[in-house]
């Protein structure tokens, strides 16, 4: 059964500090995705990444950074949080010549 | 602004009946998808049609491709109550991987 987990399903922060959302498969995938999902707006691309320590700007790349050290761990990293990052965080892994996304049960982060 | 627009934001209707949903976005693609995704869950992968292609079943699903619309529908038959989600077209602007994803349309089915 393939699966995405990721860190946390709920996670708090204070403005200023830095956060590390790790996203981990187990399908071998090639491919891996961090979204933000807001009401009204759907989900958003942040960064993506094709293979180990290859990264691409999604759509709001603004305020984060990415990691892909090992093949199946992807890390979303905000340097330095702010409220407007508040959101539900999602990850997603596919295969090099599928389109079909597996997702992560989501982290919903509050930045206060 | 969204590759992917569904219509309608928000749907409510009767166990039994059917529901249907409606996707445009804007530029050419390789493929779209549909995923459900339940209050507060990651995104489930429910089924993918090719540009090639003008209609796909699996079950109670039907999906739609009108590339020259730049338009897609999903209907799900004989909905449950199972079925109240938040539903998601996905198309690949870029003909890559990286899909973009529409705002979703609620589906609310009362038993």
């Known amino acids: 059964d393939v699966k995405v987990t990721q860190s946390s399903r709920y996670l708090v922060k204070r403005t200023g500090e830095k956060v590390f959302l790790e996203c981990v498969q187990d399908m071998d995938h090639e491919n891996m995705f961090w979204y933000r999902q807001d009401p009204g707006l759907g989900l958003r691309l942040i960064y993506f990444s094709y293979d180990v320590k290859m990264k691409e700007k999604g759509d709001i790349p603004e305020g984060y950074s990415v990691s892909r050290e090992k093949k199946e761990r992807f890390s979303l990293i905000l340097e330095s949080a702010s409220t407007n990052q508040t959101s539900m965080y999602l990850c997603?892994?596919?295969?090099?010549?599928?389109?079909?996304?597996?997702f992560g049960p989501g982290t919903r982060l509050t930045v206060t | 602004s969204q590759q992917g627009e569904e219509d309608p934001q928000a749907l409510s209707i009767q166990e039994g009946e059917n529901a249907t949903m409606n996707c445009s976005y804007k530029?050419?693609?390789?493929?779209l998808q549909w995923y459900r995704q339940n209050s507060g869950r990651g995104l489930v992968h429910l089924i993918l049609i090719r540009s090639n292609e003008r209609e796909k079943h699996s079950g109670r699903l039907r999906v739609t491709l009108d590339t020259s619309k730049k338009s897609s529908s999903l209907l799900i038959t004989a909905s449950r109550a199972a079925d109240t989600a938040s539903y998601f077209c996905?198309?690949?602007?870029?003909?890559?991987?990286?899909?973009?994803f529409g705002a979703g349309t609620r589906l609310t089915v009362k038993p």
């Open positions: 530029t050419s693609i390789n493929n």
């Open positions: 997603a892994s596919s295969n090099a010549v599928a389109y079909e996304q597996y």
């Open positions: 996905a198309t690949d602007p870029y003909n890559n991987n990286d899909m973009r």
